[in-house]
């Protein structure tokens, strides 16, 4: 982080905690307005489910005259193993089915998550996405996408009581984010230390104490406990690590998000409380980020499970996944926009230069949603709430008439180009004082129940089986060894490029008896 990054990010965090300091006098008795308006989802109680798609599909093949005959599930897929019957003759090992990126390739069923895309619509276990953020808490949601269904009181209690209990952090992991460079980026923090925490758990390695540890429900909960209570823990000691403050520990009296908080802003002060709506803007991000069906990095997750791995190896890997740029790091990448267009005036220009191709638009557009966001809508309305706080960031206004301007040009809406939930969220982060760094870190807190969600579900799965996808090989069809006297070099062929080396090198190696 640059010198006037950091500044930036140290004003920002001294405007949130101003924040939680005037919110700390204010009257206790004073009923706040709620944060997320009552959502408007009666729509979906009209779109009734799609029933039973059963049936057959017929396929012909032209090359051979043969006709074939393939059953359609109730949830209209078709086995893709049933196409390695459809073959011309003996060298024919059948067809497969060419899909790159998985555009329409659903290799798990899932009762976890809903989405349609078209109707901008996102459920979690059959709730819309709109009333947990309104009504709920992100415990409750972890809860639910774990075990299927909101837990009662008592349940709560049990569940908040078992995470918060987990949520201290062994001193070596806290010992290897130490000893990682100042500057390292937290996303690279977070993933070295979820891989690492396989190390300090042996007892939950099916390498170690067999493949049939993870069919105990009591090992499976310790995991989920372990991770969702210790996430948070390495993220906040990432954070500090980059403004070189240490570890702090957990409080076990505070909320999941409170905690959080409390770990980046106590300075140890174990009397410190955060500012409850700002504690409750972050609960409601959560909850949004917590699971989102079978993204990248949640197949990943799923991959890397699929093997017998144990968890915390297989969430390092979802992590490292989330950490690339078309995933984890979308919102960065809005807030650079906004700031290169700089004013709203500039916003016919800068529109001009998307439909020409010589610019990008960020946070537009989804994989899956043609329809708008849900998510964007509910963090749309958070983003007042948190300038209410901290300030208004002038880029919010770039941010509104740019998505105005966008929504009334056709060129967009023919596109169904609409916002997502990377538009806003990166001026809500940067609003409360985060650097654009730790923004994927954020992300991948609370989707770690997402993750948790469908490492369980997988390990119950009947059709659960090792990943090894097929592949289309286009190499060279046979070749036979040549020694290596009578090689010619290949002026075609692929070679070693030049390797840079630094001057130290240069210099080391200009000395003598090198």
Excluded at 147 to 167: C, K, M, R
Aim: proline fraction near 7%.
């Amino acid at each position: 982080m640059s010198s006037a990054d950091f500044q930036l990010s140290a004003r920002g965090r001294l405007a949130v905690l101003s924040a939680h300091l005037a919110a700390s006098i204010e009257p206790p008795d004073q009923e706040a307005a709620p944060i997320v308006e009552p959502s408007c989802v009666l729509a979906q109680d009209r779109l009734p489910p799609p029933g039973n798609l059963s049936g057959s599909l017929a396929v012909v093949d032209e090359r051979t005259g043969r006709r074939y005959r393939l059953p359609v599930s109730e949830g209209a897929t078709v086995k893709a193993t049933d196409f390695k019957q459809i073959t011309t003759g003996k060298n024919d090992k059948g067809l497969k089915l060419y899909d790159p990126g998985y555009l329409n390739t659903a290799p798990v069923r899932s009762s976890i998550c809903y989405i349609d895309g078209d109707e901008g619509i996102l459920r979690y276990r059959g709730y819309p996405i709109e009333e947990l953020a309104e009504s709920s808490s992100f415990m409750e949601v972890a809860y639910l996408l774990m075990y299927g269904n909101l837990p009662s009181e008592s349940q709560l209690a049990d569940w908040e009581f078992a995470i918060t209990q987990h949520s201290a952090v062994p001193q070596g992991i806290l010992d290897i984010i130490h000893a990682m460079p100042h500057d390292a980026h937290p996303m690279g923090v977070l993933v070295s230390a979820m891989s690492a925490l396989s190390v300090f758990h042996p007892d939950a390695n099916p390498a170690l104490r067999g493949q049939d540890l993870y069919k105990s429900k009591q090992v499976r909960d310790k995991q989920i406990a372990r991770i969702l209570g210790k996430a948070p823990t390495i993220a906040a000691a990432a954070y500090l690590r980059m403004a070189g403050r240490p570890p702090v520990l957990p409080s076990s009296h505070l909320s999941y998000s409170e905690n959080f908080l409390y770990m980046l802003d106590s300075l140890g002060n174990r009397s410190y409380k955060p500012n409850p709506r700002l504690a409750r803007v972050l609960d409601i991000l959560f909850i949004l980020h917590a699971e989102h069906e079978m993204n990248c990095s949640t197949a990943a997750a799923r991959h890397l499970a699929s093997s017998g791995v144990d968890v915390y190896t297989a969430l390092a890997g979802a992590v490292g996944a989330l950490y690339g740029p078309l995933h984890g790091g979308a919102n960065e990448a809005v807030l650079k926009m906004l700031s290169e267009i700089g004013s709203v005036e500039n916003i016919p220009e800068f529109i001009e230069g998307v439909k020409n191709r010589k610019r990008k638009m960020s946070g537009f557009g989804h994989r899956v949603y043609k329809n708008y966001d849900p998510r964007a809508k509910v963090i749309k309305k958070l983003a007042e709430e948190v300038f209410s706080i901290v300030g208004r960031d002038p880029l919010i206004e770039v941010a509104i008439a740019l998505e105005k301007a966008a929504l009334s040009d056709e060129y967009f809406v023919k596109r169904k180009l609409y916002p997502n939930v990377d538009f806003y969220s990166g001026l809500i982060y940067r609003a409360m004082g985060f650097p654009t760094e730790f923004f994927p870190v954020l992300f991948a807190v609370p989707r770690m129940a997402g993750y948790l969600s469908h490492w369980r579900e997988s390990l119950d799965d009947p059709d659960t089986k090792i990943m090894r996808p097929q592949q289309v090989y286009t190499g060279v069809w046979l070749r036979h060894y040549m020694p290596l006297r009578e090689r010619a070099v290949a002026t075609e062929a692929d070679r070693l490029g030049q390797v840079s080396v630094s001057n130290a090198s240069r210099r080391r190696l200009a000395g003598s008896g090198v």
